[in-house]
């Protein structure tokens, strides 16, 4: 097996140490949805990398929705092409606020937007 990064397995252990209430070590854990798709070119995706290296250090997990997709309402489901208005991809990473969580999240290359939510465990 591959040995892993150093980001990768700090984000392991914090995933491991999250306790019930959903805080890491004090803090809590903000989603940020990422909205808006083009095609990538190397300069979004060298700027989607640096963003990733600059909040390795809170990172819980990012991924991506670059396949399929579909949404279903009480009418019945559609496909959901990748457009300008889609979500594309998220993040979980640690803050000690909203406010904090919005600062860093101000910092990401979004396409057309990125929405911040404070994560709360039922």
């Known amino acids: 097996m591959p040995a892993i990064g150093a980001a990768t397995a ?5 995933c491991r140490r999250a306790d019930a209430s959903g805080k890491e070590g004090g803090v ?7 909205y808006g798709f083009e ?3 190397p ?3 060298a700027a989607w990398g640096k963003w ?3 909040v390795a250090d809170r990172t819980v997990e990012h991924g991506g929705f670059h396949g399929g997709a ?3 309402g009480r009418d019945g489901a559609r496909d959901l092409p990748m457009r300008g208005d889609s979500i594309t991809g998220y993040s979980i990473i640690t803050a000690e606020s909203l406010e904090e969580a ?3 999240a101000r910092d990401n290359p979004f396409i057309a937007a990125i929405r911040v939510y404070e994560i709360v465990p039922h």
């Open 10 to 14: 700090a984000r392991r252990a914090r």
């Open 28 to 34: 809590k854990r903000y989603m940020l949805l990422h």
């Open 39 to 41: 095609t990538p070119t």
């Open 43 to 45: 300069e979004i995706m």
């Open 52 to 54: 990733f290296d600059a």
């Open 70 to 72: 579909r949404e279903i």
């Open 102 to 104: 919005e600062r860093i």
